[in-house]
Each structure stands twice: as C-alpha cells, then as structure tokens.
C-alpha cells in the first residue's frame, strides 16, 4: 500500500529527478524547494497548505501539513511568516 502511493508519486512528481544529496533516484521533491530527495534523505517539516478565515470566529486560520516532504538542504522558515494584508 505504501508502496503504491510511492510509486504514483514517483510518477506524479518526480519524474527523472535525483536525489540532491546522494544522486540516486528521488522518491519525492521537496515542497520547499524543489530539490528532489530519496528515501534515506527525506525528511519531513510542517508545510503551510492554506490559511483561510473561521466560519465562526473570523480570525485567521491555517492548515498546516505537519509531515511535508523536505530535501534536508534548503531551509524553510520554522516560524509562520506575517502575510501582508489580503483585502
Ligand atoms: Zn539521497
Ligand atoms: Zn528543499
């Protein structure tokens, strides 16, 4: 089952890309960057999807991916940014 949900996205995502590390096949690209990544070098760090205002309080929300695929390189911001206004 694991297995699968690799295989397709391998397909999906990945295609012909290598490990930025180690150069060998990637399993995945990193949701930061970009840089693909093998099983032995993934790892994993909250991802921002979306922030979105609560139906009943009107305050600003976000849903986070807590387990997001990361190449281990780059270095995305572990504290959530202040986002401009958006109105
Ligand atoms: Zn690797
Ligand atoms: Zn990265």
């Known amino acids: 089952m694991w297995a699968l949900a690799w295989e397709v996205r391998r ?6 890309l290598d490990c930025w590390t180690c150069e060998r ?3 995945g690209a990193c949701r930061f960057c970009g840089r693909g990544t093998c099983r032995e070098h993934a790892k994993t760090h909250p991802f921002l ?3 979105f205002r609560g ?3 009107q ?3 976000a849903l986070v991916v807590e387990d997001a ?9 572990g504290e959530p940014v202040d986002l401009p206004a958006l109105e």
């Open 11 to 16: 397909r999906g995502e990945s295609d012909g």
């Open 25 to 27: 096949t990637a399993l």
């Open 49 to 51: 999807i979306d922030v």
């Open 55 to 57: 139906n009943k309080h």
């Open 59 to 61: 305050t600003l929300r």
């Open 69 to 77: 695929l990361h190449c281990g390189v780059c270095r995305p911001r």
